[in-house]
């Protein structure tokens, strides 16, 4: 009984700092130290999508390629230095992740109006959902009070980022690390419905897949990703041919006609365990954009940095 009772207890002191470490994240974590954030954050979103429309999906991206990689703690934002080889340079970010500029923007603006208090990881966030909705996506309340990690790993980037060539079971495995469902894969599979991608993301693809992709949409990328690598390797292509800077369920209706653009787009509707959520999504838009914001939700959760762990920083690409 002695021993029965010693299991229930150090099980309940579990739960409660289980309770108590992901308490630390909520919807007004800066209500009283920074109440105007939300309000900087927009602004300076607003403007740089207004300068170049590509820049939601390239601040969304920040946000997923972070959230991947040891947890929310704006790592991707960290230059090299003589300690670490960050994760801007692994692959799925080299001369690929963008917007690094508009977040140093956004930071210098937050820190006018509340020095110190701030993290970049949170920023990212902000600017996540921001984008979205500012490209007619749906909105949703940002959990906050993330830190910032000191540190970042290229491999850890390399090994935890799903790159385009992923097969099916290769992404649900891949988004199961961070605690994603194989229904929240899909439905943030759906923030392809904005943005471009590299020609070598999609050479593979468009010259040596021959099921499951329409003929006339492999010819017309071809005509601007040359088969041979090297040659226009940083040409860019719409993920979504119908839309691409709108954030609507497109993106959906284009894997089912066979012109998901990146191999692990089509994966989602292939004949797979995917195919119904897929044609769920594109024949309901509410449900889409009410199951992404979920997932974002539930996404923004992985493994934050709170309370005393990791720091403030007061430049997003170096620790303090």
Not at 132 to 156: E, F
Not at 221 to 241: E, H, V
Not at 259 to 276: P, R, T, V, W
Request: charged share 20%; aromatic share 6%.
């Amino acid at each position: 009984m002695a021993f029965s009772s010693t299991i229930i207890v150090k099980s309940l002191l579990i739960l409660l700092f289980i309770g108590v470490s992901s308490a630390q994240l909520s919807t007004n974590f800066y209500s009283k130290s920074c109440p105007n954030v939300l309000q900087v954050v927009r602004s300076a979103v607003q403007s740089a999508i207004s300068r170049e429309t590509r820049m939601g999906a390239s601040l969304l991206r920040l946000h997923f390629h972070d959230c991947f990689v040891n947890g929310c703690d704006g790592s991707i934002l960290l230059d090299d230095t003589s300690s670490f080889t960050g994760e801007k340079r692994a692959a799925p970010n080299f001369r690929s992740a963008r917007g690094f500029e508009v977040v140093d923007n956004i930071k210098s603006a937050v820190e006018r109006a509340c020095p110190g208090v701030v993290s970049c990881a949170d920023i990212l966030a902000i600017s996540a959902r921001d984008s979205v909705q500012i490209l007619g996506g749906p909105s949703w309340n940002v959990k906050l009070g993330r830190r910032d990690s000191r540190t970042a790993s290229q491999a850890a980037a390399n090994n935890s980022i799903p790159p385009p060539t992923s097969n099916l079971n290769a992404l649900i495995s891949s988004f199961s690390a961070v605690g994603l469902s194989a229904k929240d894969m899909v439905a943030l599979s759906g923030s392809h419905t904005i943005g471009l991608a590299r020609c070598t993301s999609f050479r593979a693809r468009i010259y040596n897949e021959t099921n499951n992709l329409d003929a006339s949409f492999a010819t017309s990328r071809r005509s601007n990703c040359p088969r041979a690598t090297g040659s226009g390797d940083d040409n860019l292509a719409p993920l979504d041919i119908q839309s691409p800077t709108s954030f609507n369920n497109d993106y959906y209706k284009n894997l089912i006609n066979q012109k998901g653009l990146l191999h692990s787009d089509q994966q989602l509707f292939n004949g797979g365990s995917a195919d119904s959520t897929v044609r769920q999504y594109s024949s309901n838009p509410r449900l889409f954009s009410s199951d992404f914001a979920a997932a974002m939700i539930k996404m923004g959760d992985n493994k934050p940095l709170t309370g005393s762990s990791g720091e403030i920083r007061k430049n997003c690409r170096r620790p303090n």
